[in-house]
């Protein structure tokens, strides 16, 4: 039973316009997120994250959401790059936990 | 920065060898994990520990041990491996406190032949 799911296997999106990844969640009980970005032949790289006693987190480029009543939460990218085409996972985990819970990934393809 | 060091980018193995996995973090981590990765099921946990020479299960730990014996060092050891573990292996570590980002190596790629 997959508990965070990442719908889209891919997205590809011009270079300048808006990136937006999406990954939900079944367990309400979750409570921490994160967002990974991964290179070929590199480890996942930590990107982003966001509490759920908030429902937005910026860092430059990088603009997490996270709608609870949905179980939903997006990484918006904005402008996109073509540096910014890798694999992005999105994790979740409880509080007091050491575990995440990782989506299967979204592959990113910024055209030049 | 956070340095995790997987020993090796690529091992190729026979079925039924032992195969060992190394990985090392020097950031004084209390908390490492293994991971696998395969192609549309992103990255499962096969084991963690939290300290020295303390373990837990993941989701898929049936056919894989770990050592920790060291802080600094956590070994996944795949008993007798057989072709299903092929797979692109994951070492990351991360502080105690919950809510705290994983740092990953970049990965042991393994095939078992």
């Known amino acids: 039973d997959q508990q965070v799911k990442q719908n889209s296997p891919s997205l590809s999106v011009q270079e300048g316009r808006i990136s937006i990844l999406n990954c939900d969640y079944t367990?309400?009980?979750?409570?921490?997120f994160l967002w990974y970005k991964k290179y070929p032949a590199e480890g996942p790289t930590f990107l982003i994250s966001?509490?759920?006693?908030?429902d937005k987190n910026e860092d430059g480029r990088f603009t997490v959401f996270l709608n609870k009543s949905a179980k939903h939460l997006s990484l918006h990218i904005v402008p996109s790059q073509p540096g910014d085409s890798a694999v992005y996972f999105c994790?979740?985990?409880?509080?007091?936990?050491?575990?995440?819970?990782f989506g299967t990934g979204t592959r990113l393809k910024v055209l030049a | 920065d956070v340095k995790v060091t997987q020993s090796s980018r690529y091992l190729v193995k026979r079925t039924g060898e032992k195969v060992f996995l190394e990985c090392v973090q020097d950031?004084?981590?209390?908390?490492m994990f293994w991971y696998r990765q395969d192609p549309g099921l992103g990255l499962r946990l096969i084991y963690f520990?939290?300290?020295?020479?303390?373990?837990e299960k993941g989701d898929i730990p049936e056919g894989y041990s770990v050592s920790r014996e060291k802080k600094e060092r956590f070994s996944l050891i795949l008993e007798s491996a057989s072709t299903n573990q092929t797979s692109m292996y994951l070492c990351?570590?991360?502080?105690?406190?919950?809510?705290?980002?994983?740092?990953f190596g970049d990965g042991t790629r393994l095939s078992i032949l």
């Open positions: 990351a570590s991360s502080r105690t406190f919950s809510n705290q980002p994983q740092h």
């Open positions: 367990n309400s009980m979750f409570d921490y």
């Open positions: 966001i509490s759920s006693i908030k």
């Open positions: 994790a979740a985990s409880f509080s007091g936990t050491y575990k995440y819970i």
């Open positions: 950031m004084d981590h209390e908390n």
């Open positions: 520990s939290y300290d020295v020479k303390m373990k």
